[in-house]
């Protein structure tokens, strides 16, 4: 437990734990939203607090853009702060 405080502190200190927390979010979308919409959808990337989203199709796209605030809220409960602000599905 020592280590992962030492490597937390590490990253803190370095300033790049908001980058670290940005690319976790992208690298984990498929454990936060399910099999099922991770077979329709792919985070590409996040800029300025916004994840973008690449989606199959269209009625996929209005699926979660009506289900965009609880997965916005599992997001940022996975990294412990509010870290994803909005999401843009394309």
Request: hydrophobic share 50%; charged share 25%; proline share 3%.
């Amino acid at each position: 437990m020592a280590i992962t405080a030492a490597l937390r502190a590490f990253v803190v200190d370095l300033g790049i734990a908001p980058t670290l927390a940005m690319y976790d979010v992208v690298t984990t979308w498929p454990e936060v939203v399910g099999e099922q919409i991770a077979r329709v959808s792919v985070a590409e990337r996040m800029e300025n607090g916004i994840l973008f989203v690449s989606v199959t199709s269209a009625p996929w796209r209005a699926e979660l853009t009506m289900k965009r605030k609880s997965i916005i809220d599992k997001i940022n409960a996975r990294a412990g702060g509010m870290v994803v602000k909005e999401i843009r599905f394309r």
